[in-house]
């Protein structure tokens, strides 16, 4: 089992950054892909980035390649979502979600973990 607590969100305006933070217990989260996702008034969940269990290979949804960065430090049972350039569109609420496997997962349907989720607000 694998409980994840995100942190880092809040109000910020277009073009600046912010830092997301999610924090985990249990000793399953070293042994897991890990993956960044967020859901926007309205809409459905959608992946934002996803890393796999060692953090060797990684992958972006293609609406934020090149201004987010995925991480993580299983030393510290953490991941991160480093989030640069940021647009209005990225307004929502973001979640991290583990999986027990290695490689990488990008379905939300995935993942069998799930924090509660931070808000990101953007404002034009």
């Known amino acids: 089992q694998v409980q994840l607590v995100e942190s880092g969100g809040g109000l910020v305006q277009a073009g600046g950054s912010l830092r997301l933070s999610c924090l985990a217990s249990g000793r399953a989260f070293s042994w897991s892909a890990l993956g960044w996702f967020r859901q926007a008034l309205g809409k459905e969940r959608e992946v934002v980035a996803a890393?796999?269990?060692?953090?060797?290979?990684?992958s972006y949804a293609d609406s934020v390649k090149g201004r987010f960065t995925i991480s993580r430090d299983n030393a510290k049972n953490a991941v991160y979502l480093q989030m640069n350039s940021l647009k209005p569109e990225d307004t929502a609420v973001y979640y991290c979600?583990?999986?027990?496997?290695?490689?990488?997962?990008?379905?939300?349907?995935?993942?069998?973990?799930w924090g509660q989720g931070t808000q990101v607000t953007v404002s034009s």
């Open positions: 890393i796999s269990r060692n953090g060797g290979t990684t």
């Open positions: 979600a583990a999986k027990e496997v290695a490689i990488v997962r990008m379905l939300p349907s995935s993942y069998d973990y």
